[in-house]
């Protein structure tokens, strides 16, 4: 994004902004993130807030509508510290500016888990597994949960040519013997998947995006943000993004995440053994990500770890047959 865009979006809000939500006229608004939306902190007198402004054609007003109504529910019936969606003078909780929908969020102090390492941060992510267990357990024992609209996370929306958030195959960087490891790697997976199969035990709606990022720790109490990305898929899946971006010592925070998810709710071993196989493929997958997102800042800092350490894992998944990692 340029800045001659930030500055167009800035001043249509800055006209927009208080025809929909009572801020009072000492409301300052400056670009927080910019990745698939447009992130804006709106600030008026001490009171902060956070509003999405969602990229046109990335979601339907339906899938909007899904995700918000998911939040709603879990500020009701867990708790789980997130943000809360802050209706507008309407009482809705999306409000359509110009050819944008966006949604205003409370503001939450916190820092990210980035630099975070050693013990403190097994004790954060073991409480990330925690927390994951109760948003799964939650939309089990959810009836509204069949009313909600999203998107899936299946094989062919992660791995496949038309992957929802890039091809793998696009990378210009892989090697030719990289290539090979990941294919073989894309059937095994392939194959594991259609036996795990999708049970309300394994599969539902998902945050599906629990990166550093989108995790906050404010006075030791850790806080999920970010629910953009929740869809249906399996529920392992979102163990897999809690250690996507950890190129050491995965092993012992996975083992640190699923001791936290076990306190709430319990896994077979049929689900520990489709651990590796959700690892790898999420690491598969951020290649994709990263294929069809090559001049974004995140991007940039990407490591030449990161290719190393994903195709070693890859090529020790395929050489156990999905068994490791």
């Known amino acids: ?84 969606v802050i209706k507008n003078h309407r009482g809705e909780l999306l409000t359509q500016i110009k050819e944008y929908y966006c949604t205003m969020f409370s503001f939450l102090n916190g820092t990210t888990l980035r630099g975070i390492e050693g ?10 597994g925690q927390i994951t267990a109760k948003l799964h357990r939650q939309v089990q024992e959810w009836p509204g949960v069949k009313n909600i609209v999203r998107f899936t996370w299946n094989y062919e929306d992660l791995l496949g040519k038309d992957a929802r958030v890039g091809d793998w195959r696009k990378h210009p960087r892989l090697s030719e013997e990289e290539r090979s490891v990941y294919e073989k790697a894309e059937q095994i997976i392939g194959d594991k998947l259609k036996q795990y199969g999708k049970t309300p035990e394994n599969y539902g709606l998902i945050h599906s995006d629990f990166n550093i990022n989108n995790v906050l720790v404010d006075q030791g109490k850790v806080q999920v943000l970010d629910f953009d990305d929740c869809g249906f898929g399996w529920f392992l899946y979102d163990l897999s993004t809690s250690v996507l971006e950890y190129d050491e010592g995965i092993r012992d925070k996975m083992a640190a995440w ?60 395929v050489e156990s047959d999905g068994t490791d990692f």
């Open 1 to 84: 994004m340029n800045e001659r865009k930030d500055e167009e979006l800035k001043h249509m809000l800055e006209e927009e902004l208080g025809k929909h939500y009572d801020l009072g006229s000492a409301c300052e608004i400056s670009l927080l993130k910019y990745s698939e939306n447009y992130n804006w902190l709106v600030q008026t007198g001490s009171k902060k807030y956070v509003l999405r402004l969602c990229r046109p054609g990335y979601h339907t007003t339906e899938e909007l509508m899904g995700e918000l109504l998911w939040i709603q529910e879990l500020e009701k019936s867990t708790d789980i510290r997130m943000p809360v």
């Open 119 to 128: 013990e403190e941060l097994l004790g954060y992510l073991q409480e990330i």
């Open 258 to 317: 699923l001791k936290g998810y076990e306190t709430e709710r319990k896994l077979t071993e049929t689900d520990r053994s489709m651990v590796p196989t959700f690892i790898v493929m999420r690491k598969i997958v951020r290649i994709g990500w990263i294929a069809s997102h090559m001049e974004n800042d995140t991007v940039k800092k990407v490591t030449d770890n990161y290719y190393e350490q994903t195709y070693r894992m890859a090529k020790r998944y």
